[in-house]
């Protein structure tokens, strides 16, 4: 997940690839607590693994499920649940249970309901915030069902206690009332409990007032099917449990992804997923046919955001469908202005206006004026952003109109605020496919973490750049200048990549050393062949493997270090280590750091920082350094040792250290790592678009 200020997405060219989606939360919790409650072995597919479902899964163990996850590191989201049959081990109902569910009110709404009715003896509670969570209505529609809870702390909230009672206790001849106005997940509590003990007679629940969210309902309906209970929907005013029923485990399950994630990729289908042609050899054509595949989630899904499928046809989008997938590619282009009411798909519908961005015409977008309550005013919140791109709209109390920018040079590089809210930082990293080919800035994109956490990521492992717009930062410089911690702290800041290209020269050191190859001009063309052969791994906690075997320290003494500068002396060695290199510039950027970054491997780099300090300064910095990981050294030698390695560098014909001419000179012999960080930063956010933008914007205002 991308935690930083603002994450900077380069202008993209085309998409092609398969995407997961993580499981849908409501479709989890309500599979789980089914699959708990009936008879035999479930196996769950596609569990979403977050905090809810984690304490849904201890609670019922707890209660005495069998839960077992997958062992398969393909299937690791994968449980197999045995369920309890309808009853609890007359072990566990002679104790009183103490179940904790933290802050899922997708776990303590249907949970309370189904144990009030299981028999036993509970006592539930959550984190303080849960207990600011009403849960009156339902207690009120159990308590006339003649069901025995008690609260522990406020009237009308957990914790709760809940006490046994028998079927034959319970009023279950007379429909049962429940407030429908308030929350859907009271009703969709009574719906999966009261199969529990409607064996005998039908079970009638009467929904008091309008009924709202109904597409969650309509996913409790479909889940209940699944397993073994057709409820009888009368005009989502009555539903009735007919009288025999009971549950049945279908065996094995799929948790559908969740469709309102489904619709930016399905909108990237549409928007970049187009065929292409170019020139092959023998004068031949290659063809390319590019798709955006969506796992998880099919045009059969139970979610009522899956219209947005019809939504993104409607536009242009050419949609292919199966049980669990959909697969996407551009049908006509450009996209079709649409005018639609989009009220039955509020959440999807803010990526149509995104989409719009691409339209042959104005885009109008009714009966949302649900999206001034959400989690911003989103009628606004896409009005102002949207503008900022250079597109004309218009902002009504319920519909929002999009006309996109008149032609490439109306386009504008944008900072995207995003308003805490993760569809407006999903929808608008579509933007990025501008034609202007202009990069994108999503401020704070870590709010995505509310339903995908690994958006950006999913994103660009399905896009392909425009050639060369990935930006490169080159750090170069001596031994000890600081290069590696001011460009892992650039990195960080922005979120890009990091090349550690001097690693690349110490593990070819140390191979050719374990190999028996004398690092030398004779055995270039050895060492060569050898660096093919390495499997080397940068893990993200900036590890390095050779072969599987952590290395880390043992590239880091200095021995490693004079090895390191004798093999990057050698021609054949540093030409085997190009493509390496390059093959480190990945969406969104690089930072990289080395000796020939800014003058021979990324020669067209938009920033280059020379970094220097004075040959002091840094025998003591790599002294302080070798001493905190236990190598011992003196500052004396380490001085001459780092002399006669800048030599070398700067004084070998290929590739000699020396500053890029378009390079900025840093010299932190007295400034601060901070200070250094900041000034890179400083110089990085001079060179982009953004500012000079926001300052226009806000002088023409
Ligand atoms: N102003 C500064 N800028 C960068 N690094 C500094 C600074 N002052 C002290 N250092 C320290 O210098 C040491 C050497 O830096 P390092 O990044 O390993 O250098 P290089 O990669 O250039 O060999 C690190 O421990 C770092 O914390
Ligand atoms: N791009 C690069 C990076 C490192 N090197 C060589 O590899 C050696 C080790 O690189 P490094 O960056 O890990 O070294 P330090 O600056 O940390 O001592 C350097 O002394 C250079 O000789 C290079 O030639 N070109």
């Not at 390319?288 to 989008?317: E, H, N």
């Not at 605020?417 to 800035?441: E, I, K, Q």
């Not at 993200?540 to 320290?553: A, N, T």
């Amino acid at each position: 997940m991308f935690t930083t200020a603002f994450l900077d997405i380069p202008a993209l060219q085309s998409a092609n690839g398969e995407v997961q989606l993580p499981g849908s939360k409501s479709i989890s919790n309500r599979v789980l607590l089914l699959a708990a409650l009936s008879q035999g072995t479930t196996t769950i597919h596609d569990l979403l693994d977050s905090d809810d479902t984690q304490v849904m899964l201890k609670a019922l163990e707890q209660l005495g499920c069998a839960v077992v996850r997958s062992t398969d590191p393909a299937h690791l989201n994968s449980y197999h649940v045995t369920g309890l049959g309808g009853h609890l081990a007359p072990a566990t109902a002679a104790r009183t249970l103490q179940l904790f569910l933290g802050n899922a009110g997708t776990a303590m709404r249907p949970l309370t309901a189904a144990l009030a009715l299981l028999g036993g003896n509970f006592e539930m509670s959550g984190v303080a915030r849960m207990h600011e969570r009403p849960i009156g209505d339902l207690v009120d529609a159990l308590r006339q069902l003649g069901c025995r809870i008690d609260y522990l702390g406020n009237e009308g909230y957990p914790p709760l206690r809940i006490h046994p009672v028998t079927t034959a206790q319970l009023h279950l001849q007379t429909p049962i009332p429940v407030r429908g106005d308030v929350s859907s997940q009271f009703l969709t509590a009574l719906l999966m409990a009261l199969p529990l003990v409607g064996r005998q007679q039908d079970v009638t629940i009467e929904v008091m007032g309008e009924l709202i969210s109904k597409p969650y309902i309509h996913i409790t309906l479909e889940l209940l099917q699944r397993f073994g209970i057709a409820v009888k929907n009368d005009s989502w005013q009555r539903f009735t449990i007919p009288a025999g029923s009971h549950y049945q485990s279908p065996r094995e399950i799929h948790v559908e992804a969740d469709a309102s994630s489904a619709s930016y990729f399905i909108a990237l289908g549409a928007i970049a997923a187009g065929k292409s042609s170019k020139p092959g050899p023998n004068n031949s054509t290659i063809h390319i046919d590019r798709s955006v595949k969506v796992l998880g989630v099919g045009a059969q899904s139970i979610q009522g955001d899956i219209r947005f499928v019809d939504a993104a046809r409607a536009m242009g989008a050419a949609i292919t469908s199966g049980p669990n997938w959909l697969e996407i590619r551009r049908g006509n282009w450009p996209l079709q202005a649409i005018d639609m009411d989009c009220n039955h798909i509020p959440d999807a519908a803010m990526t149509l206006a995104a989409m719009a961005l691409y339209a042959n015409g104005t885009t109008t977008l009714r009966n949302i004026a649900s999206w001034r309550v959400k989690e911003t005013d989103r009628l606004a919140a896409m009005a102002t952003e949207l503008r900022k791109l250079g597109a004309t709209v218009e902002e009504g109390a319920d519909y929002i109109s999009i006309t996109p920018p008149a032609d490439r040079e109306a386009w504008r590089p944008a900072s995207i605020h995003t308003y805490d809210d993760h569809r407006v930082a999903m929808c608008f990293s579509l933007a990025a496919f501008n034609p202007a080919g202009v990069p994108v800035r999503i401020e704070d994109p870590k709010c995505v973490a509310k339903t995908f956490p690994g958006y950006f990521e999913a994103l660009f492992s399905a896009v392909r750049p425009v050639p060369g717009s990935v930006p490169v930062i080159c750090v170069d410089g001596p031994t000890a200048s600081g290069k590696g911690t001011v460009a892992s702290a650039v990195a960080a800041a922005l979120g890009y990549h990091l090349l550690d290209s001097g690693a690349l020269y110490r593990i070819t050191g140390l191979a050719a050393t374990r190999a028996g190859i004398p690092i030398d001009a004779d055995h270039a063309g050895q060492i060569a062949a050898l660096i093919a052969q390495l499997d080397i791994t940068f893990t993200p906690d900036q590890r390095v493997l050779l072969d599987g075997e952590d290395i880390s320290l043992a590239i880091r003494s200095e021995e490693a270090g004079m090895n390191a500068s004798l093999g990057s002396a050698l021609p054949a060695v540093r030409q085997a280590l190009v493509q390496m290199q390059h093959d480190f510039r990945q969406l969104p950027g690089l930072v990289a750091d080395g000796r020939d970054m800014g003058t021979v491997i990324f020669p067209l780099a938009p920033l280059k920082i020379y970094l220097t300090a004075s040959a002091a300064q840094r025998a003591q910095r790599r002294h302080k350094q070798l001493i905190e990981k236990g190598i011992p050294a003196t500052i004396a030698d380490l001085r001459a040792d780092l002399e006669a390695r800048d030599a070398r560098d700067m004084n070998r014909a290929t590739a000699p250290l020396q500053a890029a001419q378009d390079a900025l000179l840093l010299d932190n012999s007295d400034i601060t790592v901070e200070e250094a960080v900041a000034q890179v930063l400083a110089w990085w956010e001079k060179r982009q678009p953004f500012a000079a933008v926001a300052a226009h914007s806000q002088a023409s205002a």
